[in-house]
């Protein structure tokens, strides 16, 4: 994703609610924002709804099978790179699962972590950045029912 893409995007939440961890890849060295950790999800494509392009972007990046009743919407929020410039909407999902696992990672991610949220590491790609300083994380930790 280059910095000033307009396109919306669509990221999880993953929330185990047993550990009270929330599940992280970090970005390999290959792509954009490599080291950097994020949420998983990108891009909606074009002809996408935000819930459609978040499940084929877990499938990709963590091989994650999830079907989109099981995303519980967080919020949207609108990403602005210059006052007075279009934004750019960012959905937010959240899943709650019963129990930590690890993804099947694809070549955009070189690790994963489950942290907790107040040992959160200190570099993020801007999507997670932004629903970090926005309270997300809090708000997926008191959202739904583990799946």
Not at 28 to 37: E, F, L, P, T
Not at 40 to 61: I, K, N, Y
């Amino acid at each position: 994703m280059d910095k000033g893409s307009k396109q919306p995007g669509a990221w999880a939440v993953i929330y185990c609610a047993t550990t009270g961890k929330f599940l992280m890849g970090k970005r390999s060295s290959k792509v954009n924002q490599g080291g950097a950790w994020n949420l998983f999800g990108g891009r909606v494509d074009s002809g996408e709804r935000p819930r459609e392009a978040l499940v084929r972007e877990l499938g990709e990046e963590a091989g994650v099978n999830v079907k989109t009743k099981h995303l519980t919407k967080l919020e949207t929020l609108t990403l602005r790179f210059r006052a007075g410039q279009d934004g750019r909407d960012m959905h937010y999902f959240v899943i709650k699962t019963a129990r930590e696992f690890s993804p099947r990672l694809n070549r955009e991610h070189c690790d994963f972590r489950w942290f907790k949220a107040k040992q959160l590491p200190s570099r993020f790609n801007p999507p997670t950045s932004f629903a970090i300083k926005k309270g997300l994380l809090e708000k997926a930790a008191s959202r739904s029912r583990a799946i």
